[in-house]
Structures are given as structure tokens and as C-alpha cells.
């Protein structure tokens, strides 16, 4: 934890409204945190200098570009060694139907999340970029029916009285839970 950055309620309040529209004005921020804009363009830039906020990304629907496909390649490359990590993830990284890299421990190195066109797609791109490779020992292939989107990505509450991570206020037993997301069917799903 080393790297964690010291949020207080204001930043936290920011940050939730960031993740759910990033293109929120900075006097739309203001006006919902409750603080003047200037301080909220302070905070916001604070934010990013500390490395809190990465970016800002644009979000694109496979489906409607061509690739309604999406599956979970688990590949298991061996030998395992240092030397072959950096070039292999480079590589993957580079292929346009990737959208997400994992390296993992357990029996699978790397779970990547792909976007095909449709079957012969991912045919294709498992047989041509993965298990051509020589240091690629096996894949598997899990289709993915759908996904949801999960709430902001904020540092865990603290118990007040002993400093420990506390569960969030929503995930305590009594209290309402989060509303839930509506589901994104993965194209091509049922």
C-alpha cells in the first residue's frame, strides 16, 4: 500500500463522478461536490499529478464494429521464463482483436480478452498469433456470453475506530444494495 494516495471525502466524491461521465465540466463538478470550481480544477489536476487518475478513455461497442465475439483466451506459455514475458505481452498487446492482458499466476501464464469477428475469427487468431508461437504451450478458449460494467474503482472505506478496511456502507447487512448495472450482451450471445 505504499503507493496509495490519501483521499478525503471531496476527492473520493470527484473521482465517483469522473468514472461515471468523464466528460463532466468542471463547473458540473463543482456544483455536485459543493466546492468552487477552481478547487475542483485543483483537485482534479492534484489527482492526476498523483497518479490517481490515468486518463480518460473512449468506450467502443464491439458489436458494432465488426467484431461481436468476445472470449477469454487462457495460454499457458513454457517455458515460463522473464526473458519471454516482455515480447510475448508486446506482441499480444499488438493484435488488434486483443482488449485485455493478464499475466496470472496458477496453471494458466495469461488470460486474454479477445473481440473476433465470429468463429472462424477467433479460429483464426488462435491458431495463426497464439499456438504458432513456439514458446506457447497450450490455449483455452471460453466464449463470453455477457458482461457488466462494476461501480467506480475507489480505496476501501476504513473503520473509524480501528483503521481497518471496513465493507462499503452499500454491502452492509440492512442497507440497500448497489443498484445493479444493466447487463452488455456480448454480440453474438443468445
Not at 466528460?23 to 499529478?49: E, F, I, K, N
Not at 497518479?51 to 477469454?72: C, F, N, S, T, Y
Not at 515460463?80 to 496470472?104: K, N
Not at 506457447?136 to 475507489?154: M, S, Y
Given at each position: 500500500m505504499?503507493?496509495?494516495v490519501?483521499l478525503d471525502p471531496?476527492?473520493?466524491?470527484?473521482l465517483?463522478l469522473?468514472?461515471?461521465d468523464a466528460r463532466?465540466?468542471?463547473?458540473?463538478?463543482a456544483?455536485?461536490?459543493g466546492?468552487?470550481?477552481?478547487t475542483?480544477?485543483?483537485?482534479?489536476t492534484?489527482?492526476?499529478r498523483?497518479?490517481?487518475i490515468l486518463?480518460h478513455?473512449?468506450?467502443l461497442?464491439?458489436a458494432?464494429?465488426g467484431?461481436?465475439?468476445?472470449a477469454?483466451?487462457?495460454?499457458?506459455?513454457?517455458?515460463?521464463?522473464?526473458?519471454?514475458v516482455?515480447?510475448f505481452?508486446?506482441?499480444i498487446?499488438a493484435?488488434?482483436?486483443?482488449?485485455?492482458v493478464?499475466h496470472?499466476?496458477?496453471?494458466?501464464?495469461?488470460l486474454v480478452?479477445?473481440?473476433?469477428?465470429?468463429?472462424a475469427d477467433?479460429?483464426?487468431?488462435?491458431?495463426d498469433e497464439?499456438t504458432?508461437?513456439r514458446?506457447?504451450?497450450?490455449v483455452?478458449t471460453?466464449?463470453?456470453f455477457?458482461?457488466?460494467?462494476?461501480?467506480?474503482?475507489l480505496?476501501?472505506?476504513?473503520d473509524?475506530?480501528?483503521?481497518?478496511?471496513?465493507?462499503?456502507?452499500s454491502l452492509?447487512?440492512?442497507?440497500a444494495p448497489?443498484?445493479e448495472?444493466?447487463?452488455?450482451?456480448a454480440?453474438?450471445?443468445?
Amino acid at each position: 500500500m505504499a503507493d496509495s494516495v490519501v483521499l478525503d471525502p471531496v476527492d473520493l466524491h470527484l473521482l465517483r463522478l469522473l468514472q461515471n461521465d468523464a466528460r463532466t465540466t468542471y463547473r458540473d463538478l463543482a456544483a455536485q461536490v459543493g466546492v468552487a470550481p477552481s478547487t475542483c480544477l485543483d483537485r482534479v489536476t492534484r489527482l492526476r499529478r498523483a497518479g490517481v487518475i490515468l486518463g480518460h478513455q473512449l468506450r467502443l461497442d464491439p458489436a458494432k464494429l465488426g467484431r461481436g465475439l468476445e472470449a477469454l483466451l487462457s495460454v499457458q506459455v513454457r517455458p515460463h521464463r522473464r526473458e519471454l514475458v516482455g515480447p510475448f505481452v508486446d506482441r499480444i498487446r499488438a493484435l488488434p482483436e486483443s482488449r485485455t492482458v493478464f499475466h496470472l499466476t496458477g496453471p494458466d501464464d495469461y488470460l486474454v480478452h479477445v473481440a473476433v469477428a465470429d468463429m472462424a475469427d477467433l479460429q483464426r487468431l488462435v491458431l495463426d498469433e497464439f499456438t504458432s508461437q513456439r514458446e506457447v504451450a497450450r490455449v483455452e478458449t471460453r466464449l463470453i456470453f455477457q458482461q457488466w460494467d462494476c461501480g467506480p474503482l475507489l480505496p476501501p472505506r476504513r473503520d473509524a475506530h480501528t483503521g481497518q478496511p471496513s465493507a462499503e456502507p452499500s454491502l452492509r447487512p440492512g442497507r440497500a444494495p448497489v443498484p445493479e448495472q444493466p447487463a452488455r450482451p456480448a454480440a453474438g450471445a443468445g
